[in-house]
């Protein structure tokens, strides 16, 4: 088994280094998709040389690599790619000049967990034959999540075999494990891998019973005779009605209506003067959250209730602490939407993200709220 177009045998340290470095923020997206454009180049060098020596002949001099063609592979200006190769640069990830190209393979401090996680039980150093099509795919692709999804495929689904040295196309992974290792939301994780299969770049799977996916995660297959534009239909409109349904001819004479001709209105003088009155917006729920649920006390409060029974938090001291925290971290950071904020803490269990501040702001309101009503304010011993 063979991969079409040939592969660029990357480890998981420069993955984790990769991403690692985005996650700290020392590099923006685009960076990493020069990267693997960088990648790339190296493996075009690469397979060119090793088809020289293949047929004989003598390899060319030394390898050029020029910016225009990290934008033909990139789709971005040469302006941006410069800053790009800057900021790679000063992350320590690669050194890039017209005659050289180095992608460092040794691991940077600070990311130990995620390599970790991309190594699994196995070494941190092997090599994973990933597609030259699929470096090119990443390199060209804006969206953050479908990237970072076909590289977690990539990395446990491609392997080469130590005895034979054939390549492995299949493996099994979880999406939730995808949106927890690569700090994605498990929706973007599910809508990427359906582009992926879209695509034809990954395979679906039809046999699997629920146990085993709740257990292990789906099992794929990356096709390795994958290229760019496959999987793609050019989409054409579909032919007209030969025949169309005739309109209802008009009416020949015209006929009176059955309607009353002199509508009575409603005098002014009976309508009674004031504002109107909002409609009761009901009690608070946790399936339709609102802004100001989050700045009310006992709205909070009955949130929480819900939230544990519905299994999203225990019911303890500390995390009705951390749950009045969150509302208050919500409603203090600058942001478009504070429920989404507060949802995305609370689901999970991000309390890191809350600061001492917050916390003494919670810890002072549910003191207030006990002081003036006990009983209002749950109290827990242990875990429910």
Not at 139 to 165: E, F, H, N, P, Q
Not at 188 to 216: H, W, Y
Not at 304 to 314: G, H, I, L
């Amino acid at each position: 088994m063979c991969i079409q177009g040939g592969y660029k045998t990357v480890t998981p340290v420069q993955i984790a280094n990769c991403f690692g470095a985005l996650n700290q923020d020392a590099i923006s997206y685009r960076a990493v998709r020069v990267y693997f454009a960088c990648l790339s180049l190296v493996a075009t060098r690469e397979a060119a040389k090793r088809d020289a020596v293949k047929k004989g002949r003598k390899p060319c001099g030394e390898a050029r690599y020029r910016v225009a063609e990290l934008c033909a592979v990139t789709g971005l200006k040469a302006q941006a790619v410069k800053r790009e190769l800057r900021s790679l640069k000063k992350a320590g990830l690669l050194s890039w000049s017209e005659k050289l190209l180095v992608v460092k393979c040794d691991s940077l401090p600070g990311n130990d967990g995620l390599l970790q996680s991309l190594s699994g039980q196995r070494s941190p150093l092997r090599p994973i034959p990933v597609p030259r099509a699929v470096l090119r795919f990443v390199a060209r692709s804006t969206k953050g999540a479908l990237g970072k999804t076909v590289m977690a495929y990539v990395v446990r689904g491609l392997s080469i075999d130590r005895k034979d040295a054939s390549l492995r196309s299949a493996g099994t992974v979880k999406a939730s494990w995808i949106a927890d290792v690569f700090r994605l939301s498990l929706r973007s994780v599910k809508g990427a891998r359906k582009e992926l299969i879209d695509c034809g770049l990954i395979t679906k799977d039809t046999g699997s019973f629920q146990r085993k996916l709740n257990r292990d995660g789906a099992y794929f297959q990356v096709n390795l005779a994958w290229h760019e534009g496959k999987g793609e239909t050019l989409k054409i409109s579909p032919r007209g009605l030969q025949k169309r349904p005739d309109f209802a001819p008009p009416y020949e004479y015209k006929k009176t209506s059955y309607e009353f001709k002199n509508q009575k209105t409603e005098s002014r003088a009976l309508r009674v003067p004031g504002v109107c009155k909002q409609k009761n917006r009901g009690e608070a729920t946790i399936r339709d959250i609102k802004a100001q649920d989050l700045k009310n006390f006992m709205s909070l409060k009955a949130l929480f209730f819900q939230a544990v029974r519905n299994n999203w938090v225990q019911g303890s001291e500390s995390n009705f602490l951390n749950w009045i925290a969150a509302a208050v971290r919500a409603n203090t950071v600058p942001a478009r939407d504070p429920v989404r904020v507060f949802v995305a803490i609370v689901r999970r269990s991000q309390w890191h993200l809350i600061t001492q501040a917050q916390e003494e702001r919670a810890r002072a309101a549910i003191r207030h709220s006990r002081e003036r009503d006990s009983e209002n304010v749950p109290r827990f011993r242990g875990n429910d």
